[in-house]
């Protein structure tokens, strides 16, 4: 097991706080821009100081990020105390309404590939003409303005 490394007394600049986060530096800016990072201090030079709990907290935010978690969901999630009982509570709160959300986006993409694969079986390759394009150019008449038909909406919380 290697040794691990003393806490740094010094701060990250934005690109190693970045490269050791795995969040980019515009991400970084954005987060800050958000308030889910904390103003950094700033050196003489004016750069950006990012400690090893900045870091973690990158870190943190990049996970639930890719569990596409909307902003509101992470900042909730960052002012909560792992110790206290009734954040445990506000923790499954927030993830049980997530879940709910990732269901819709499921029951859309479901009904999404329910459409494409009616779609894709419309054409075999062996007529005269593209029963596929055929059928999109179709749908664009069909969906245009006044159309009859809905436009799609997206429910994505994100």
Known sequence: MPPTSPPRTQGYRIGEAAERSGVSTANIR???KERLMLPQARGDNSY??????DVHRL?????CRAMDMS???????????????????????TLDAHL???????AELRSLEKDLLALRDSCDGSDAECHIIEGLH???DREAPGGGLPRARSTRHV
Request: charge should be positive; aromatic fraction near 8%.
């Open 48 to 53: 950006r100081s990012y400690s090893d709990a």
């Open 100 to 106: 709910g959300h990732v269901r819709e986006r499921l």
């Open 59 to 63: 870190r943190f935010i990049r996970l």
């Open 138 to 140: 179709q749908r664009a």
């Open 30 to 32: 954005y987060y800050e």
């Open 71 to 93: 902003l509101d969901e992470v900042r909730t999630l960052l002012a909560l105390d792992l110790r206290s009982k009734s954040d445990c509570e506000r923790a499954c709160i």
